[in-house]
């Protein structure tokens, strides 16, 4: 590697501006180093590429860097060659591990959910989960108000179906360098269950079957951003100094101070996101394509689209008023919402072209998914046969 291509692919290291292809470039280039002499400016630029934590461990030799050193095991000495590439060896262990620890903490919000949504087994999941920024998770369902407060070091109210974050005593804490770090818990919905929240700023946020929510406890940044896998329909409290954002797949909704609804499952053929008042933007991220949404409109969000539509509000939420309300859905969307809510499989095998039809209908949640199929089966030819958790879907 040319020097000048070594010393700038290290500034974009130690900036945090590296690609993963950047980064795993430099990795291979010094795993390379275990075959070849390195100079002494590359050995000097390691400590651009890698944390000073990390750079310490290696600061010993490379104090000795030039001279003769002895073989810790017969006191013999080791050539100077030999020893360069056996500290480049070393080297180039603790640079994957500076690495690892580069990509963790520089790992974007909405992957770490996706992470953690794709850990959760909800077909063995019951209970409304909190899971704290250690990694232990609280069982909101069997849990007092003050047992939370204790777990998460701050004051959370649980009534019912709802937990509350009090603004008042919000915990800041420090990254080590006089600067408060957000600290981040994750809730998520079994099957069957909504789940309502009120965050640290005294937004609302109410979360449909199989959501997950991951949200700062403490609003340090310029911006109140939350992560949404699932469904969520938001009341967000106005600040107009720090606007609130919700990341989902592919999107951003930034907002000020508003209701609106995100459907956002990894499941759904399309993200919808549905103002009902206020103002919100709408961000393609990949293309940086914004949609600005008036109340009663509706963003649709996929692969192939990126537009917006107006539709009925009272349709977008039922689920939260306990209803399935399907207005022109594919059958294959409307296999993921039952399956959500009453935890069982469809298999569509011997019906397939059925996916693709379309279907209108109001049925309530509190119904067995046998009623919910009944209705269905009236306006169309379809039959079907329950084993156990399994639907079978017939012509």
Same mark, same amino acid.
């Given at each position: 590697?040319?020097?000048?291509?070594?010393?700038?692919?290290?500034?974009?290291?130690?900036?945090?501006?590296?690609?993963?292809?950047?980064?795993?470039?430099?990795?291979?280039?010094?795993?390379?180093?275990?075959?070849?002499?390195?100079?002494?400016?590359?050995?000097?630029?390691?400590?651009?590429?890698?944390?000073?934590?990390?750079?310490?461990?290696?600061?010993?030799?490379?104090?000795?860097?030039?001279?003769?050193?002895?073989?810790?095991?017969?006191?013999?000495?080791?050539?100077?060659?030999?020893?360069?590439?056996?500290?480049?060896?070393?080297?180039?262990?603790?640079?994957?591990?500076?690495?690892?620890?580069?990509?963790?903490?520089?790992?974007?919000?909405?992957?770490?959910?996706?992470?953690?949504?794709?850990?959760?087994?909800?077909?063995?999941?019951?209970?409304?989960?909190?899971?704290?920024?250690?990694?232990?998770?609280?069982?909101?369902?069997?849990?007092?108000?003050?047992?939370?407060?204790?777990?998460?070091?701050?004051?959370?109210?649980?009534?019912?179906?709802?937990?509350?974050?009090?603004?008042?005593?919000?915990?800041?804490?420090?990254?080590?360098?006089?600067?408060?770090?957000?600290?981040?818990?994750?809730?998520?919905?079994?099957?069957?269950?909504?789940? #309502?929240? =009120? +965050?640290?700023? %005294? *937004? !609302?946020?109410?979360? /449909? @079957?199989?959501?997950?929510?991951?949200?700062?406890?403490?609003?340090?940044?310029?911006?109140?951003?939350?992560?949404?896998?699932?469904?969520?329909?938001?009341?967000?409290?106005?600040?107009?100094?720090?606007?609130?954002?919700?990341?989902?797949?592919? #999107?951003? =909704? +930034?907002?000020? %101070? *508003? !209701?609106?609804?995100? /459907? @956002?499952?990894?499941?759904?053929?399309?993200?919808?996101?549905?103002?009902?008042?206020?103002?919100?933007?709408?961000?393609?991220?990949?293309?940086?394509?914004?949609?600005?949404?008036?109340?009663?409109?509706?963003?649709?969000?996929?692969?192939?689209?990126?537009?917006?539509?107006?539709?009925?509000? !009272?349709?977008?939420?039922?689920?939260?008023?306990?209803?399935?309300?399907?207005?022109?859905?594919?059958?294959?969307?409307?296999?993921?919402?039952?399956?959500?809510?009453?935890?069982?499989?469809?298999?569509?095998?011997?019906?397939?072209?059925?996916?693709?039809?379309?279907?209108?209908?109001?049925?309530?949640?509190?119904?067995?998914?046998?009623?919910?199929?009944?209705?269905?089966?009236?306006?169309?030819?379809?039959?079907?046969?329950?084993?156990?958790?399994?639907?079978?879907?017939?012509?």
């Amino acid at each position: 590697m040319e020097n000048d291509f070594f010393k700038h692919l290290l500034t974009k290291i130690s900036e945090g501006r590296a690609s993963d292809d950047e980064l795993l470039l430099y990795q291979k280039w010094y795993e390379q180093q275990l075959l070849e002499d390195i100079d002494e400016e590359e050995f000097t630029a390691v400590k651009a590429g890698v944390s000073s934590e990390i750079y310490s461990r290696l600061q010993s030799i490379l104090d000795a860097e030039g001279t003769l050193e002895p073989n810790n095991i017969d006191g013999s000495f080791v050539g100077k060659s030999l020893w360069k590439r056996w500290v480049a060896s070393v080297a180039a262990v603790l640079l994957i591990i500076g690495l690892g620890v580069y990509s963790v903490k520089n790992q974007q919000p909405i992957h770490i959910i996706q992470k953690e949504y794709k850990q959760v087994n909800f077909d063995t999941t019951e209970g409304v989960i909190l899971k704290l920024a250690n990694g232990n998770e609280i069982d909101l369902s069997s849990i007092s108000s003050d047992s939370i407060s204790q777990l998460t070091n701050k004051d959370v109210v649980k009534e019912g179906d709802m937990i509350q974050y009090d603004l008042s005593s919000t915990v800041q804490h420090s990254s080590g360098q006089g600067k408060q770090e957000e600290i981040f818990n994750t809730l998520y919905t079994p099957a069957g269950k909504t789940f #309502q929240i =009120v +965050l640290a700023d %005294g *937004t !609302k946020v109410w979360l /449909n @079957a199989q959501s997950m929510l991951r949200f700062p406890i403490n609003f340090l940044s310029d911006q109140r951003r939350v992560q949404l896998i699932g469904e969520g329909y938001f009341e967000v409290v106005s600040n107009s100094s720090k606007p609130f954002v919700v990341e989902s797949q592919g #999107q951003e =909704v +930034l907002v000020h %101070g *508003t !209701k609106f609804n995100i /459907n @956002a499952y990894n499941d759904v053929s399309a993200i919808k996101s549905t103002l009902f008042e206020g103002s919100v933007s709408v961000r393609n991220v990949s293309s940086n394509k914004t949609l600005n949404l008036l109340p009663g409109h509706q963003s649709v969000f996929s692969s192939s689209k990126f537009n917006k539509q107006k539709v009925l509000l !009272k349709n977008v939420l039922g689920w939260k008023n306990g209803f399935f309300v399907f207005h022109n859905e594919k059958f294959g969307d409307i296999c993921h919402s039952l399956s959500r809510w009453y935890n069982v499989e469809f298999d569509t095998s011997n019906n397939p072209k059925i996916l693709n039809q379309v279907f209108s209908g109001t049925v309530a949640k509190l119904e067995t998914v046998d009623d919910v199929l009944a209705v269905l089966a009236e306006t169309s030819t379809f039959k079907y046969k329950r084993v156990g958790r399994r639907i079978l879907i017939m012509n």
